[in-house]
T-cell receptor
Framework: GAVVSQHPSWVICKSGTSVKIECRSL??????MFWYRQFPKQSLMLMATSNEGSKATYEQGVEKDKFLINHASLTLSTLTVTSAHPEDSSFYIC????????????????FGNGTRLTVT | GQNIDQPTEMTATEGAIVQINCTYQTSGFNGLFWYQQHAGEAPTFLSYNVLDGLEEKGRFSSFLSRSKGYSYLLLKELQMKDSASYLC??????????WGAGTKLIIKP
């Protein structure tokens, strides 16, 4: 069964509104979660690393004030796309590494089912 | 610099064998991953190689040669449900996952 639950699966919103995406680790306490974005026919692009109890680490070129990440517990991370615009339309995927400590970085990632965001 | 290459698309026949190659250049190496991604869905983990050699898991096998910066995913006894994109990703010395664009595998009856 699924070990990572992501919600919603798809969302359509109007330009200028905000959208919150939730990522839950169902059977593993995750101090770290990763948020990816994938445009059609392109590779996965890491947006940010979500850290439980501290600030997220954003990749170069990703606006932290636009993509708000909150990792308030060991099982939940949220990504909020603020003031969404059509160019933000994409497939957003969270992932959870299946190990703790330093080993998180070379352990298999388990992905949520993704959220397809369409901004009109 | 860092780069990872895999073919854009491959076609194979149901019941046959197909090998998907992946080459990479990196300043450091902490493992090579293969993921399967069906259209409109998130990737699912297939394999992880950190040492040279072949890792076999049922119908799927993955091979790694660190000196050549080369890996392949071997799929045997192909089934129609294997039609998907196969993503190769390596982890560099900074523990960043560098993803290939994926190989779209089309299975024909």
């Amino acid at each position: 069964g699924a070990v990572v639950s992501q919600h919603p699966s798809w969302v359509i919103c109007k330009s200028g509104t905000s959208v919150k995406i939730e990522c839950r680790s169902l059977d593993f306490q995750a101090t770290t979660m990763f948020w990816y974005r994938q445009f059609p026919k392109q590779s996965l692009m890491l947006m940010a690393t979500s850290n439980e109890g501290s600030k997220a680490t954003y990749e170069q070129g990703v606006e932290k004030d636009k993509f708000l990440i909150n990792h308030a517990s060991l099982t939940l991370s949220t990504l909020t796309v603020t003031s969404a615009h059509p160019e933000d339309s994409s497939f957003y995927i969270c992932s959870v590494p299946r190990a703790g400590g330093a080993e998180i970085y070379n352990s298999p990632l388990h992905f949520g089912n993704g959220t397809r965001l369409t901004v009109t | 610099g860092q780069n990872i290459d895999q073919p854009t698309e491959m076609t194979a026949t149901e019941g046959a064998i197909v090998q998907i190659n992946c080459t990479y250049q990196t300043s450091g190496f902490n493992g090579l991953f293969w993921y399967q991604q069906h259209a409109g869905e998130a990737p699912t983990f297939l394999s992880y190689n950190v040492l040279d050699g072949l890792e076999e898991k049922g119908r799927f096998s993955s091979f790694l040669s660190r000196s050549k910066g080369y890996s392949y995913l071997l799929l045997k006894e192909l089934q129609m449900k294997d039609s998907a994109s196969y993503l190769c990703a390596h982890m560099d010395s900074n523990y960043q996952l560098i993803w290939g664009a994926g190989t779209k595998l089309i299975i024909k009856p």
